[in-house]
């Protein structure tokens, strides 16, 4: 993720995991709330308390929290 105050910018490889991890397009995320909104989104989708659906959450977090990271 690229950082420049309050904006935001996904690089194409952080694109592409979310995309890959949750099957939905990450979209135009231009800050850290548009993230977080784009994290809930993905949760809802899959929601659930099965092992594999707290897994993929548990996988939407850690690419979240890497990409906070890194910025």
Known sequence: MIRLGSQIRL??????RFRKITGIEPGD???????DAYIARCKMHYWGVSKETLFLHWLIDRECAQCREAA
Do not use: A, G, N, Q
């Open 29 to 35: 995320i231009r800050s850290l709330d548009s993230l």
């Open 11 to 16: 690089t194409h490889r952080e694109v592409e």
